[in-house]
């Protein structure tokens, strides 16, 4: 949907809202390339014609920090379309932990 809603959970630097594809995409962007790696691995998705659930893990890397965890996506799908994206860390803490140091 080219007004699909991101929102990402938590208390640090990259929790927030953002409208519109584009903004999704810079917002993405951004967090993809402030890391120096990223590995994801998807470990579950539960699904129905009204929405979907992404369970996955994701290790992160910058200069000698490292970061493991694990991450929800939870999906609103409204005509076959996503509308809606809730990204949640599993750990809260130990993701606003990672990220406020960058």
């Known amino acids: 949907d080219p007004d699909v809603r991101w ?3 938590g208390s640090g630097p990259n929790a927030g809202e953002f409208q519109g594809l584009d903004a999704v995409l810079k ?3 951004a967090t993809g390339g402030s890391v120096d790696s990223m590995h994801s691995e998807l470990v579950d998705v539960f699904a129905s014609q ?3 659930v992404i369970h996955y893990r994701t290790r992160f890397r ?3 920090k490292e ?3 694990e991450y929800f996506l939870f999906l609103r799908i ?3 379309v996503v509308r809606e994206v809730v990204a949640v860390p ?3 803490e130990a ?3 990672f990220w406020e140091t960058h």
Request: aromatic share 12%; no cysteine.
């Open 95 to 97: 993701a606003r932990a």
């Open 27 to 29: 917002y993405l962007s």
């Open 7 to 9: 929102r990402t959970y």
């Open 90 to 92: 599993w750990d809260q």
């Open 67 to 69: 970061a493991e965890g």
């Open 62 to 64: 910058r200069g000698t």
């Open 78 to 80: 409204e005509s076959d």
């Open 50 to 52: 009204r929405g979907a």
